[in-house]
């Protein structure tokens, strides 16, 4: 069974940063594209950032909204994807979901979500 | 950016019903379109990839049909579970992007 488990969530002060963590299973890690896609509270779906898998040489796509202050990366050993953002400003309050996509690289949706994890930034 | 415009925002449905929702895409994003049902505190799950393409576990009632710039889900039959907001996503172009959603509510 397919599961993403995100962890790392919480209240941060505008300005600084957080690292969100995603622990996958049930498949292999490294065969997959992994991705961000956040929800404001009573908001639609905003996709945040993309990274395809090292066979695809795990090069990586952000949303103008977060370029620049986020940073996706994986760890293929361990099974986790990370989410690096920084300089975070109280319109990144959102919660987070991490999710698989069908294949290495891009041209395929986002077939699992995690239950995702809450980031309120406010001072 | 490729904006996807979903129509209409509520669809108020009763039970056994059918119900068509709409998703148009500001340019071409051939067949690279999803639909997502997302209900009340949980995460959305992908109903339908590549157009028509059920996901895993997804019931027949589920289909979606178009290419290009317009697409349609149709639930065939409605029951009490699909009372919930679809989003359709393209990942033909990056950025990603998704509609704003159709709320599917009981009639």
């Given at each position: 069974e397919v599961q993403l488990v995100e962890s790392g969530g919480g209240l941060v002060q505008p300005g600084r940063s957080l690292r969100l963590s995603c622990t996958a299973s049930g498949?292999?890690?490294?065969n997959y594209a992994m991705s961000w896609v956040r929800q404001a509270p009573g908001k639609g779906l905003e996709w945040v950032d993309f990274i395809r898998s090292t066979a695809y040489g795990g090069t990586t796509e952000y949303a103008a909204s977060v370029k620049g202050r986020f940073t996706i990366s994986r760890d293929d050993s361990k099974s986790i994807a990370y989410l690096q953002m920084n300089s975070?400003?109280?319109?990144?309050t959102a919660v987070y979901y991490c999710t698989r996509v069908?294949?290495?690289?891009?041209?395929?949706?986002?077939d699992y979500w995690g239950q995702g994890t809450l980031v309120t930034v406010s001072s | 950016e490729v904006v996807m415009t979903q129509s209409p925002a509520t669809l108020s449905v009763s039970p056994g019903e059918r119900a068509t929702l709409s998703c148009r895409a500001s340019q071409s994003v051939s067949s690279n379109l999803a639909w997502y049902q997302q209900k009340p505190g949980q995460a959305p799950r992908l109903l339908?990839?590549?157009?028509s393409t059920r996901a895993t576990?997804?019931?027949?009632r589920f289909s979606g049909s178009g290419s290009g710039t317009e697409f349609t889900l149709t639930i065939s039959s409605l029951q009490s579970e699909d009372f919930a907001v679809y989003y359709c996503q393209q990942?033909?172009?990056?950025?990603?992007t998704f509609g704003q959603g159709t709320k599917v509510e009981i009639k």
């Open positions: 498949f292999t890690f490294g975070l400003k109280t319109e990144d069908g294949g290495g690289g891009s041209g395929w949706p986002d | 339908i990839y590549g157009e576990g997804i019931p027949a990942y033909s172009n990056w950025p990603r």
